[in-house]
């Protein structure tokens, strides 16, 4: 019974950062020659942020996508979002 107690106060604290070096990392592992990848950053209701991640080849075609749910950004990706929801990066 305690070790769920901890394990519940444990997870109260964790603060979710999600780091531009996890989306280029995943990014990297997707790539396909001649391809971009449009990522939208959407806040959501509970102050969480939602990032969707689609990989695009040059003729429109989506080879992979994923989503992320994160309290924060760190300062790398909020730099590369800047005041916009949407970018696009070349893969």
Known sequence: MI????SILAAAVVVVVLCWKTIST???QRKVPVAQAELVK??????QFEVKVGV???SGAQTASKTWTAHEL???????????????VQV
Request: aromatic share 12%.
């Open 56 to 58: 695009f080849t040059n």
């Open 42 to 47: 959407e806040l959501l209701n509970a102050g």
């Open 26 to 28: 995943w990014l990297a």
């Open 74 to 88: 760190d300062e790398e990706l909020r730099t590369k979002f800047g005041s916009r929801s949407r970018i696009v």
């Open 3 to 6: 070790w769920i107690l901890v």
